[in-house]
């Protein structure tokens, strides 16, 4: 955004702040006819500043997924690697269900398809991967689990308890099932 008009970067911020309050409302499928009408701007210059509605649900939760990265980068200093890798599954899932949307822009190919480096999918996959080997290399979860495996888990207990009424506690349970799975001495 450096060297952009103030204008447009006002526009920018504007935008993004609609844009969130929106997604928080109708989840990753919010119009974005409707985001341009809510900030009074035109959907040109909506898809001028997000090109696409990926790179629109990207900007959307950029600082969030920043705070989980650091969370999984302080995790990775915890003695118990399982309790770390869980807790900050447990966070991304709780995150995910509570901004709606984020499972969209995560519910992915495994991690080289189109993303940037700085995109969602791949800083989430890098910070839990980090977790995971530790839990791995202390052999308190299985070796054959990759990141993407535990993603898809997270992204598919989102999206399937998005709709019931109280979507934390169905999601709380399938979670706690799921873990029960991963643990080192399951095969």
Known sequence: ????????????THILAVAEAEVAAQGAQASLEQIARIAGVGSAT???????RKALLEAVFKQRVHDLCDRARTLCGEQDSRSALVEWLRELLAYSIA???????????????????????????????????????????RADITIDDLLVLIVGIALATENYTEPAIQADRAFRLAVAGFAANNT
Not at 46 to 52: A, I, L, S, W
Not at 105 to 131: F, H, K, M, R
């Open 46 to 52: 909506v898809r001028r500043h997000f090109p696409t």
């Open 99 to 141: 901004a709606r949307g984020l499972a969209d822009v995560l519910s992915y190919q495994p991690l080289q398809d189109e993303a940037t480096q700085d995109s969602c999918a791949p800083a989430i996959g890098a910070a839990g991967a980090s977790l995971l080997r530790k839990a791995i290399d202390d052999r308190t979860v």
């Open 1 to 12: 955004m450096t060297g952009q008009r103030s204008d447009a970067r006002r526009n920018y």
